[in-house]
T-cell receptor, first 115, second 110 residues
Framework: GAVVSQHPSRVICKSGTSVKIECRSL??????MFWYRQFPKQSLMLMAT?????????EQGVEKDKFLINHASLTLSTLTVTSAHPEDSSFYIC???????????FGPGTRLTVT | DQQVKQNSPSLSVQEGRISILNCDYT??????FLWYKKYPAEGPTFLIS?????DKNEDGRFTVFLNKSAKHLSLHIVPSQPGDSAVYFC?????????FGTGTRLKVLA
């Protein structure tokens, strides 16, 4: 299947700092990418839909000023958690929509820990 | 409001037997359903999918059944293997967005 990478795989940051997570589609161009977060023992919750060249669409309850999404190219979307707090600690997963097959391919996830 | 539900948080099955994981949904607009397998600290891995125009799809040891009238789908794994131990998520889609269930932790006992 198609490959989607995320970087970093793990990050620990101090409260109040910002963290950027990258999501790349490695073998197809993705005009649409998605960002999810998963709390322990819970489901994957869609945070936002990232559209190349336009503003992201956020799900209800997700603060767009806190979770900044940039999709500047067809293979890269970034999620920046601004002014991180311990409650932002979570597992963040991106996916990329393959337009040829209309399938989503998931990245390996990024574990964020805010101390 | 949980549109996709997996009511069994965990399931234990003996190796070689059948594992049946269940999923219920509420939105009749969903027309595409998927099952993913997930290990801790990894992204989900696609297993099998089914379109609403079908009621069964099979791929090797994995079979997904869809009952549209009951808004219910299930994943059958047979025979179950210890390597199948993981958390399984069902997902439903009406557009390109996926709505995930809460997951079922499957443990296959050797």
């Amino acid at each position: 299947g198609a490959v989607v990478s995320q970087h970093p795989s793990r990050v620990i940051c101090k409260s109040g700092t910002s963290v950027k997570i990258e999501c790349r589609s490695l073998d197809f161009q993705a005009t649409t990418m998605f960002w999810y977060r998963q709390f322990p023992k819970q489901s994957l919750m869609l945070m936002a839909t990232s559209n190349e060249g336009s503003k992201a669409t956020y799900e209800q309850g997700v603060e767009k000023d806190k979770f900044l999404i940039n999709h500047a190219s067809l293979t890269l979307s970034t999620l920046t958690v601004t002014s991180a707090h311990p409650e932002d600690s979570s597992f963040y997963i991106c996916s990329a929509l393959d337009p040829a097959h209309y399938e989503q391919y998931f990245g390996p996830g990024t574990r964020l820990t805010v101390t | 409001d949980q549109q996709v539900k997996q009511n069994s948080p965990s399931l234990s099955v003996q190796e070689g037997r059948i594992s049946i994981l269940n999923c219920d949904y509420t939105n009749s607009m969903f027309d595409y359903f998927l099952w993913y397998k997930k290990y801790p600290a990894e992204g989900p891995t696609f297993l099998i999918s089914i379109s609403s125009i079908k009621d069964k799809n099979e791929d090797g040891r994995f079979t997904v059944f869809l009952n549209k009238s009951a808004k219910h789908l299930s994943l059958h794994i047979v025979p179950s293997q210890p390597g199948d131990s993981a958390v399984y998520f069902c997902a439903a889609s009406g557009t390109y967005k996926y709505i995930f269930g809460t997951g079922t932790r499957l443990k296959v006992l050797a």
